[in-house]
């Protein structure tokens, strides 16, 4: 029997790999990458809509994937994850230049006036 997949689209993957420049948007890393949840999946798999969406979704290596479950807070703080009832579109995204994006479901991202 094969197994239901849970995960995002060939498609949606493809939109996340566009959107974040083929590099980790944590330390820019450009080999082992991966898609991470930032509202994490659960168990089961996904049975919100948007959870596979783009703007959930971010393109990491495998090195920061660990290390966002190893340093919650700063992971949160950064907008690599997100807690629930939060909605991603709604937490900021820190990249690896130090700019802040919002991310929305299309995969588009818009940089975040900087404040000083």
């Not at 330390?27 to 798999?45: D, F, K, S, Y």
């Not at 393109?59 to 807690?83: H, I, M, Q």
């Not at 939060?86 to 230049?97: F, I, K, R, W």
Request: some cysteine; charged content about 25%.
């Amino acid at each position: 029997m094969a197994r239901r997949r849970t995960g995002p689209t060939d498609v949606v993957r493809a939109i996340v790999y566009e959107r974040d420049g083929g590099a980790c948007v944590r330390c820019g890393a450009r080999e082992g990458l991966t898609i991470h949840h930032r509202v994490n999946r659960g168990m089961g798999g996904a049975r919100e809509e948007w959870i596979n969406q783009a703007h959930n979704l971010l393109l990491v290596c495998t090195v920061c994937n660990g290390w966002f479950e190893d340093n919650p807070r700063a992971s949160y703080g950064a907008g690599w994850k997100v807690r629930r009832p939060q909605l991603p579109s709604e937490v900021l995204v820190t990249y690896a230049d130090g700019r802040e994006y919002q991310l929305t479901p299309d995969g588009a991202r818009a940089l975040m006036a900087v404040t000083r």
